[in-house]
């Protein structure tokens, strides 16, 4: 091949490299072309400006250069001379703008000129942009969505600007399907039809469709499928669309859709279908969070409404019957007082718990810092702890947390070892070994494995003093934390709760 510029090339040759489909040239010292199999004449007609030898029989004897003066400036003029000037072989990929062509050369020189080896490379770089453009946008989308510092409507007006960019279509609509219409819920786009608010008979709009495939519904050119006298395209006009339907708890919420008048050159690629269903994974996730935000937040309201009954109309009858047990105490020794008291404490203590575990739903918003080894001491003083023992094995523990709760699953803690291990139990808190969280281990009689299952149950208990709410409410303290409690066996037989995912202060 190096040697073809000196070389006549027979008619085997001629026909052989005439049937490739990549582009063989050679061009002697003085840059005139000496011979071009079939791709290459054709590549090079198009690139010549004279049209009288873009339409010669024979390219053969034609200046390089002259020919096809817009490649002077360009890298193909730079490492053909390179090549010459070197008589070293260079390889080299590049773009020729006015052919809008990527081509792929060899170029092998000789002391008679050059040989040249092309090959057209243009579908291949476009793919390969394709594949970029779609690895970009993916991982546009992932910063978007996972960033918590935007709301819904703000996550979705980005995403509306990532799907038009990377579709290369102007309109992004999101749409609410409820009784046969379609209304517009949300939009980026500039087709007045298509704006917030709008409304259609669902009959009337693309959506239709879309909502009975699982999966989504493209359209390159309306008119040539068959669009044309339909009443959505009759009343939106629109050449090209993807969208696909949107689900929520199972059920059809709308669509979300990307829309143009003008029709498509080429056909969506599976990317690109593959791109809009994660987009509509994306909001239906969203859209289901936010409906159980809005229940969750219906149902804290309404046991913030139940803690108010709670506290005002069973409190107030309570503290007027032990107050009355007090007045009666006063002048006689009945031996129904003592029952009647111990129920009316019991009662107080129910309340109590029931109060708690309507305020301890709520995820905690502010932490401090907070030393273990003091509250423990603290929540130990007001424990009902009888002639137990509490110790803690190490001298500095610091975690942030909401104080006050912290301190009320101490006390929940506490009182649960006391009251299932006896008044004389030992109790030790201490880090984990693992240093992800602390335990609290008592020594008494421990749990079975039946037991360790249900105890975090509301309303679980194995004794009759107890409410059945003292564990519920710890695990409702540790959720609100973001942590996680799990009860074991401890290394005296009794129980063992270790809290892990705690965030540790270090010195």
């Known amino acids: 091949m190096s040697d073809m510029p000196s070389v006549s090339v027979s008619d085997g040759l001629r026909t052989v490299l005439d049937r490739m489909a990549d582009g063989v040239f050679a061009v002697d010292s003085d840059w005139r072309i000496v011979y071009a199999n079939g791709a290459a004449r054709e590549l090079l007609r198009s690139a010549i400006d004279d049209d009288d030898l873009e339409s010669a029989d024979t390219i053969d004897g034609v200046h390089l250069w002259e020919a096809i003066p817009r490649a002077v400036d360009t890298e193909f003029y730079d490492r053909y001379h390179e090549a010459m000037d070197t008589q070293t072989s260079v390889s080299f990929d590049s773009y020729y703008e006015p052919l809008d062509t990527w081509l792929d050369m060899r170029v092998f020189p000789s002391e008679s000129g050059l040989s040249v080896y092309l090959r057209d490379i243009t579908e291949q770089r476009r793919l390969e942009q394709r594949r970029r453009e779609s690895l970009n946008a993916i991982q546009r989308l992932y910063v978007v969505s996972s960033d918590g510092e935007l709301g819904f409507d703000e996550k979705l007006e980005a995403i509306f600007d ?4 990377y579709l290369e279509i102007p309109n992004a609509f999101l749409t609410r399907i409820e009784d046969g219409t379609q209304r517009i819920e949300s939009a980026s786009a500039d087709h007045p039809a298509l704006q917030p608010g709008e409304s259609c008979p669902l009959d009337e709009a693309y959506c239709k469709q879309t909502i009975d495939l699982d999966r989504p519904l493209t359209v390159v050119d309306a008119s040539d499928e068959g669009w044309a006298g339909e009443p959505a395209y009759e009343r939106f006009g629109l050449g090209t669309y993807i969208g696909r339907r949107i689900e929520v708890d199972g059920e059809l919420y709308g669509t979300l859709c990307f829309a143009d008048r003008d029709t498509r050159d080429e056909p969506f690629t599976d990317t690109q279908r593959t791109f809009v269903e994660l987009l509509t994974r994306w909001i239906s996730y969203e ?25 005002h109309d069973l409190r107030n009858p309570l503290n007027t019957a032990m107050g009355r047990a007090e007045l009666l105490a006063e002048g006689t020794d009945s031996q129904h007082l003592p029952p009647i008291r111990r129920a009316l404490v019991r009662m107080e203590t129910l309340i109590e718990d029931v109060l708690s575990l309507a305020r301890d739903g709520a995820r905690v918003e502010e932490l401090t810092e907070v030393d273990i080894v003091g509250l423990v001491d603290e929540a130990w003083e007001t424990s009902k702890t009888a002639e137990a023992t509490v110790t803690v094995d190490a001298d500095r523990l610091r975690v942030r947390a909401d104080e006050s709760r912290l301190r009320q699953l101490f006390e929940n803690l506490f009182r649960n070892s006391v009251e299932h291990g006896g008044g004389s139990v030992t109790v030790t808190v201490d880090r984990l070994s693992g240093g992800n969280g602390f335990y609290l281990a008592d020594d008494g009689s421990g749990m079975s494995e039946a037991e360790r299952e249900r105890v975090f149950e509301t309303g679980y208990t194995t004794t009759d003093r107890g409410t059945g709410f003292g564990l519920s409410i710890v695990e409702g303290i540790v959720t609100a934390h973001d942590w ?24």
């Open 484 to 507: 996680e409690v799990a009860v074991t066996e401890s290394a005296d037989g009794g129980a063992r709760f270790g809290v892990t995912g705690v965030s540790f202060v270090e010195e």
């Open 287 to 311: 859209l289901e969070r936010q409906r159980a935000k809005s229940q969750l937040q219906h149902e804290r309201d309404r046991l913030d409404e139940f803690a108010s009954v709670v506290s």
């Open 162 to 165: 990532l799907g038009r960019e």
